[in-house]
């Protein structure tokens, strides 16, 4: 927690000693913090001392923000007057609100939202728009007495837009604290002005991964913008695998610019193509699930990076063979009763998890909205027994009875088996049987 001496120090190189400790002390009479952060607010303009409080929570041996929940501790600066210096530098750089923590934004929001709509008719009346030496996150939202009642449900946002033709897309700008429905309700409506102020404003609602219902929501708004300029401003490649949960097509994703990771649930009839501009991809995840399917693979063989793949779920209108140019090691596949005599000829192939298909006797474990199951291929138990001869580890479905009974029947004696969680392993490298067992165990496989 920041002393008060730390901050007088801040501030009088600024304003000169004597000034700072009487506005401090003018702060800490006030009766409580939002009390503070009205009177701060009716201050006059001065840039020197704006500049001087920014400071203050900028300085990282001050630690003034983590002072902004605390009450009153010997040698400590007193919450109250925090706040009231926080609505004086928001003055100078309204971003700095952006860079609260989480928590002290989450339990100061209406504090936040008054500091907000302070800064924004601070900066009306001087005739001057709100400092942002560093770009917010979204543009400011007009001052409250200008924002009408927003919907609080999805349900209500087709309506209430209906009744507010032209609606200002800043009035569902992203803010500290705000609850997940209000997130939702603020994607509907921006994804239905789907103007270029919207996306804008939309941008400041980007992070790392989304849950399930925001990317509904992303999803029911990609189209009604461009898609790549929507991609490149809503999607973050990070370090892991961006989830793009359900979707029916990934065209513009190829605007996120270093993405090495991407996984995805395709419902519908999907073309693969827009992943050959991901030349960065090094881990694919695809769920085909029902319909008639993906169209092609062949995309992934532009991609030079690429070693983890798993496509799983309804391949069959696909020609997997193009997978044969790709650089894969590791693979997850659905061959869904094609010939899987391409796997043989993948050059750097080092572990498989395989479907082979489903035989009528083994459809109940099957998807029961999805297509009819397909029989395994009759060459596929001489395809898995060359592969595990080169040296490639394979695991396959125990359910699937009709093939993987006459697989664990022909393994030849050098061959090590390892059966668990529903799962049949197979490799020459006995060192590896332990290491084997425990990823099917845990379900970690290929």
């Given at each position: 927690?920041?002393?008060?001496?730390?901050?007088?120090?801040?501030?009088?190189?600024?304003?000169?000693?004597?000034?700072a400790e009487q506005l401090?002390?003018?702060?800490?009479?006030?009766?409580?913090?939002?009390?503070?952060?009205?009177?701060?607010?009716?201050?006059?303009?001065?840039?020197?001392?704006?500049?001087?409080?920014?400071?203050?929570?900028?300085?990282?041996?001050?630690?003034?923000?983590?002072?902004?929940?605390?009450?009153?501790?010997?040698?400590?600066?007193?919450?109250?007057?925090?706040?009231?210096?926080?609505?004086?530098?928001?003055?100078?750089?309204?971003?700095?609100?952006?860079?609260?923590?989480?928590?002290?934004?989450?339990?100061?929001?209406?504090?936040?939202?008054?500091?907000?709509?302070?800064?924004?008719?601070?900066?009306?009346?001087?005739?001057?728009?709100?400092?942002?030496?560093?770009?917010?996150?979204?543009?400011?939202?007009?001052?409250?007495?200008?924002?009408?009642?927003?919907?609080?449900?999805?349900?209500?946002?087709?309506?209430?837009?209906?009744?507010?033709?032209?609606?200002?897309a800043r009035w569902f700008?992203?803010?500290?604290?705000?609850?997940?429905?209000?997130?939702?309700?603020?994607?509907?409506?921006?994804?239905?002005?789907?103007?270029?102020?919207?996306?804008?404003?939309?941008?400041?609602?980007?992070?790392?991964?989304?849950?399930?219902?925001?990317?509904?929501?992303?999803?029911?708004?990609?189209?009604?913008?461009?898609?790549?300029?929507?991609?490149?401003?809503?999607?973050?490649?990070?370090?892991?695998?961006?989830?793009?949960?359900?979707?029916?097509?990934?065209?513009?994703?190829?605007?996120?610019?270093?993405?090495?990771?991407?996984?995805?649930?395709?419902?519908?009839?999907?073309?693969?193509?827009?992943?050959?501009?991901?030349?960065?991809?090094?881990?694919?995840?695809?769920?085909?699930?029902?319909?008639?399917?993906?169209?092609?693979?062949?995309?992934?063989?532009?991609?030079?990076?690429?070693?983890?793949?798993?496509?799983?779920?309804?391949?069959?209108?696909?020609?997997?063979?193009?997978?044969?140019?790709?650089?894969?090691?590791?693979?997850?596949?659905?061959?869904?009763?094609?010939?899987?005599?391409?796997?043989?000829?993948?050059?750097?192939?080092?572990?498989?998890?395989?479907?082979?298909?489903?035989?009528?006797?083994?459809?109940?474990?099957?998807?029961?909205?999805?297509?009819?199951?397909?029989?395994?291929?009759?060459?596929?138990?001489?395809?898995?027994?060359?592969?595990?001869?080169?040296?490639?580890?394979?695991?396959?479905?125990?359910?699937?009875?009709?093939?993987?009974?006459?697989?664990?029947?022909?393994v030849p004696s050098d061959?090590?088996?390892?059966?668990?969680?529903?799962?049949?392993?197979?490799?020459?490298?006995?060192?590896?049987?332990?290491?084997?067992?425990?990823?099917?165990?845990?379900?970690?496989?290929?």
């Open positions: 927690m920041p002393g008060s001496t730390d901050v007088l120090a801040a501030l009088s190189d600024a304003v000169g000693a004597e000034r401090l002390a003018r702060f800490e009479r006030n009766s409580n913090q939002p009390n503070a952060v009205k009177g701060a607010s009716r201050l006059p303009s001065d840039p020197a001392l704006e500049r001087a409080a920014l400071r203050v929570f900028e300085d990282p041996d001050v630690g003034a923000a983590a002072g902004l929940d605390a009450s009153s501790l010997a040698g400590a600066l007193d919450a109250r007057a925090l706040w009231a210096l926080l609505a004086l530098a928001a003055r100078a750089d309204v971003t700095v609100l952006d860079r609260l923590p989480a928590e002290t934004a989450e339990r100061g929001a209406p504090k936040v939202a008054t500091i907000r709509r302070a800064v924004a008719k601070h900066a009306a009346a001087s005739g001057s728009a709100p400092s942002s030496p560093a770009a917010p996150s979204s543009p400011p939202a007009p001052a409250g007495d200008d924002v009408p009642v927003l919907p609080e449900k999805l349900a209500q946002v087709g309506r209430w837009l209906a009744g507010h033709p032209g609606a200002d700008a992203a803010r500290p604290g705000q609850r997940a429905a209000e997130r939702r309700v603020a994607l509907r409506a921006l994804g239905s002005i789907a103007t270029p102020a919207a996306l804008e404003v939309l941008a400041g609602y980007a992070r790392d991964g989304y849950p399930d219902v925001e990317l509904a929501e992303l999803h029911r708004a990609w189209g009604r913008f461009d898609r790549r300029e929507f991609a490149a401003a809503m999607f973050r490649p990070g370090d892991a695998i961006l989830q793009l949960g359900a979707c029916s097509t990934v065209e513009g994703i190829g605007a996120v610019q270093g993405l090495t990771g991407l996984g995805m649930v395709l419902v519908e009839r999907a073309d693969l193509a827009p992943l050959a501009e991901c030349i960065e991809l090094r881990r694919l995840h695809v769920n085909v699930t029902g319909g008639p399917g993906i169209t092609g693979v062949e995309a992934l063989a532009q991609l030079p990076a690429l070693t983890e793949l798993r496509l799983v779920g309804t391949t069959r209108g696909a020609d997997l063979t193009a997978l044969r140019d790709t650089a894969v090691e590791r693979l997850s596949l659905s061959l869904d009763g094609a010939d899987g005599a391409f796997l043989t000829g993948l050059p750097r192939l080092r572990s498989l998890k395989l479907s082979g298909g489903s035989a009528p006797e083994d459809a109940r474990y099957g998807d029961e909205d999805g297509p009819a199951p397909l029989p395994a291929h009759p060459g596929l138990v001489d395809v898995v027994l060359r592969l595990v001869a080169d040296g490639v580890q394979v695991v396959a479905h125990s359910h699937e009875r009709s093939w993987v009974s006459r697989l664990t029947a022909a061959v090590f088996v390892v059966e668990r969680s529903g799962y049949v392993g197979l490799t020459r490298d006995g060192s590896d049987v332990d290491a084997l067992g425990r990823r099917l165990f845990s379900n970690v496989v290929p």
